[in-house]
């Protein structure tokens, strides 16, 4: 069983910032990959940003140069820097996780936390 708990969403003013955390934990034998995806009413969830094992990141272009993804591999958390927001930005934000289990077996499974709101908004 592996569960994934974000935290950090809150009310904000457009160009203010946020900070979410995402922890893993559980039955977790190595994370091959972390992201942030988010959905707002109507939309399709879309990803936010992504981080690899090796470190690389990847990001959504509505998000470049304002949002920083990071991760903590000894506390198995990820972290999703967000400044100069937008109420466009406004949305609930996932935390994901790809990762092997078991060292007995190669198979990788995502898991999703249960989301947290963000709302930007004057």
């Known amino acids: 069983q592996v569960q994934l708990v974000e935290s950090g969403g809150g009310l904000v003013q457009p160009g203010g910032s946020l900070r979410l955390s995402c922890a893993a934990s559980g039955s977790i034998f190595s994370i091959k990959a972390m992201g942030w995806y988010r959905q707002a009413p109507t939309n399709q969830r879309e990803l936010v940003a992504r981080i690899i094992s090796g470190g690389s990141t990847n990001y959504a272009d509505s998000v470049k140069g304002r949002f920083t993804i990071s991760r903590d591999n000894a506390k198995n958390t990820v972290y999703l820097q967000m400044n100069s927001l937008k109420p466009e930005d406004t949305a609930v934000y996932y935390c994901?996780?790809?990762?092997?289990?078991?060292?007995?077996?190669?198979?990788?499974?995502?898991?999703w936390g249960q989301g947290t709101q963000v709302t930007v908004s004057s």
């Open positions: 994901n996780a790809d990762l092997q289990t078991t060292e007995r077996s190669t198979a990788v499974y995502r898991y």
